[in-house]
């Protein structure tokens, strides 16, 4: 089922000038050589086609995802580029991943031997990566002598290639430098004179690559937030350039009507005019990814009005006091810029008491995606 709904009038409009800077001053900053976008969950909900088609016009060679579902997806649009799954996957599918040229990360000896056996007679060869725990303690290995063994593993293994290793940092956006260079300490003992080298090694995300790139020598960065023009530090770091957000998130007005002072509005009927004025109704609602909790958040209104939404968020639909009446037609903003006017996603993030990063998630694949020079 498509879950795209091109005939409402409620989209995500998404940058190509904003993702083309985002990248290349990031890739700047780190001298980097290559720029691995990281698209997991839908392009961080900003659209997966759209932003994969962004990232490769803007520069990016090579593709990071959570899971072999969205590499799938990848190589099912035509990209041919390498693709990388950073989060842990079966073994049983190693064959899947190996007839579609995609990387996948294992963290155990036995895993590693699961995967070659179900690759056992078949020809193909599965472009392997092995993390490597330097103190997020979440996946990789942990132990030098593990990790020696599942190299060794890997590397007598003839359907096997060993591609990369790599780390992740748990304090790259904070100012929180004594943990970074102890997982630097870490990774450094961890993979010190290896049996065998891989061909590749990345470890900055967008944290790194932002306040710490002198701290590491990257040939790749993995780029996700700061993809889309978003800091996930603030208020807690600044940032060093500027980042353009990607993303504007637009309806049209369906209903417009004059609204009486004392008029109630919405759910509840707890929402009571001020003053005489309008009410208008646009088709974004909290199943689209709008928070629920997004009553008195400013909406900014193409005749150059500054509304407020009252009355409640609902499931399909929310209301906009204003003062002057508003045509049927007329364009709404709720993230984005209208003329010197501007409410971004951290202005909601704070009106709503939300983590940025939480709320950049949350757009609905309903909302149509349209790129925008």
């Known amino acids: 089922m498509n879950y795209n709904a091109p005939h409402r009038h409620a989209v995500i409009e998404l940058s190509q000038s904003a993702v083309v800077h985002n990248l290349k001053v990031i890739k700047e900053n780190t001298h980097a050589k290559e720029i691995m976008a990281v698209l997991k969950a839908n392009a961080f909900s900003h659209g997966l086609p759209e932003m994969a088609s962004l990232s490769i016009t803007a520069g990016a060679t090579r593709f990071g995802m959570a899971m072999l579902d969205e590499a799938l997806i990848l190589r099912d649009l035509g990209y041919i580029q390498p693709i990388d799954v950073l989060g842990l996957t079966d073994p049983r599918y190693a064959r899947l991943a190996a007839e579609r040229n995609i990387t996948l990360a294992f963290s155990t000896k036995e895993s590693i031997k699961a995967a070659a ?64 260079d102890f997982q630097i300490s870490e990774w450094q003992r961890l993979t010190h004179d290896l049996p065998v080298e891989p061909n590749e090694k990345h470890f900055a995300n967008t944290g790194i690559a932002t306040w710490y790139p002198k701290k590491i020598n990257t040939d790749i960065v993995r780029l996700g937030i700061g993809l889309f023009g978003i800091n996930g530090s603030v208020p807690i770091m600044s940032m060093p350039f500027e980042l353009i957000p990607a993303l504007s998130l637009k309806a049209k007005v369906v209903n417009s009507k004059p609204l009486k002072k004392g008029d109630a509005v919405g759910y509840g009927a707890e929402y009571h005019a ?7 109704t646009i088709p974004i609602g909290h199943s689209d990814g709008y928070p629920f909790n997004g009553s008195g958040m400013r909406a900014l209104v193409a005749d150059g009005q500054i509304g407020h939404i009252v009355g409640g968020v609902a499931m399909d639909q929310s209301m906009i006091f204003v003062t002057n009446p508003v045509a049927v037609g007329t364009t709404v903003t709720l993230i984005g810029r209208v003329g010197d006017q501007s409410i971004t996603m951290q202005d909601l993030a704070e009106h709503t008491q939300s983590s940025i990063v939480a709320l950049m998630n949350d757009f609905a694949p309903r909302l149509q995606r349209i790129i925008v020079s």
């Open 117 to 180: 056996e179900q690759l056992a007679g078949t020809g193909l060869t599965l472009k392997v990566s092995l993390p490597v725990d330097t103190g997020l303690n979440r996946i990789g290995f942990k132990s030098r002598e593990d990790l020696v063994a599942a190299i060794q593993e890997v590397s007598a293994q003839d359907t096997l290639i060993f591609q990369s290793m790599w780390t992740h940092f748990a304090t790259a956006d904070t100012p929180n430098v004594g943990y970074v």
């Open 274 to 280: 001020p003053n005489d004025g309008y009410l208008i």
